[in-house]
């Protein structure tokens, strides 16, 4: 209920920003899906201390947040989960081509993985990768052509997919395609994968990022749900940058900054971390050492070249995504 009432505020909220005029003293943060929560908390701290700031959201997979900025969504800021996104709206020249030169972590202030969210007492023994291709289990993941959340799910299956079959590209597109045949319903973001998987009871196990599962089995209890951790996972970045040309226009790019230098601050790290995200703060990291299991993390650069060769080689039409997604 929680999560169904601050999907509902989002919206209010972003029909208010399109409604009234804009001021160097507002801001609208387009953010990907499952981060309602954690921004309503940063929001709050933030605007306690800087009194009479207002920050609206907008909630969505950050492939279509990209898109509807793109098309004239007037978000000063973006706080994405994929670096693809972001560099789609430089490339439209609404982001400077050196943006991830503006925050520190190449403008990452925290980070997650994909990782799986099972029914109390696990009952199909699901412990890794190799699991979730097997006939007797349902896997739910959102749709990775409009969730960056989906996208980091099926690198990190191809990552591990690449290590077990060797680098044999036939047996990982099998791999692959035997993972996306186990989904049966592809929602268009994170969220709404978890309200099929959690509240329309669909499916045996949820890949989402650590957070998402975090908060579910913190929301809903032991008792209903169990996180599981992969032998190996990827590293999943959670760009933040100022989106130039809106907030000149807004005349908010001062507080666009402050805003997100937020992120960074013991505050904020401290946020992040109770939401469930691993954070670059070594003080807070440490204090939270305990929340989050060790995994072996693979990067994007290292498994695929990095995000330009990933965007060319998976996500491009026609590309290996598309060859094993077909016309779900």
């Known amino acids: 209920m929680k999560r169904l009432l601050l999907g ?30 954690l ?33 004239g969504l007037g978000a000063d800021v973006v706080t994405f989960n994929q670096v693809t996104d972001v560099d789609f709206l430089v490339k439209k020249g609404l982001i400077s081509a050196d943006w991830q030169k503006d925050f520190p972590d190449n403008a990452s202030p925290f980070y ?29 993941f959102p749709n990775p052509k409009t969730s960056g959340n989906a996208r980091y799910t099926y690198l990190a299956a191809t990552a591990y997919a690449k290590e077990a079959f060797k680098g044999d590209d036939a047996k990982v597109k099998e791999f692959i395609t035997k993972l996306f045949n186990n989904v049966p319903i592809f929602d268009t973001g994170g969220r709404a994968a978890t309200t099929t998987f959690v509240q329309r009871e669909i499916g045996d196990v949820l890949i989402t990022f650590e957070s998402e599962t975090r908060g579910i089995r913190k929301e ?32 908010s790019r001062d507080l666009a900054k402050t805003y997100l230098d937020f992120l960074y601050t013991p505050d904020g790290q401290e946020i992040a971390a109770g939401n469930g995200l691993r954070v670059r703060d070594t003080t807070v990291a440490a204090k939270h050492k305990a929340d989050f299991p060790d995994v072996r993390l693979l ?30």
């Open 8 to 37: 509902i505020a989002a919206v209010v909220g972003l029909v208010l920003a399109s409604s009234q005029a804009w001021a160097a003293d507002k801001l609208l943060n387009a953010s990907y899906d499952v981060g309602r929560e």
């Open 39 to 71: 921004f309503a908390d940063i929001n709050k701290a933030f605007i306690a201390e800087h009194p009479g700031v207002t920050v609206d959201q907008s909630h969505a997979g950050t492939s279509a947040q990209a898109r509807a900025i793109a098309e």
């Open 112 to 140: 997650s993985l994909p990782s799986f969210l099972v029914r109390a007492g696990n009952p199909k023994h699901i412990k890794d990768w190799n699991d979730l291709v097997r006939d007797d289990v349902q896997v739910i």
């Open 220 to 251: 809903y209890g032991d008792d209903k749900f169990e996180q599981v951790t992969p032998s190996v996972s990827l590293l999943a970045e959670f760009p933040v940058a100022i989106v130039d040309k809106v907030a000149d226009e807004h005349g």
């Open 299 to 328: 990067t994007v650069e290292e498994v695929f070249g990095g995000w330009d060769k990933v965007q060319k080689e998976h996500f491009a039409a026609g590309g290996q995504l598309d060859q094993v997604y077909g016309s779900r």
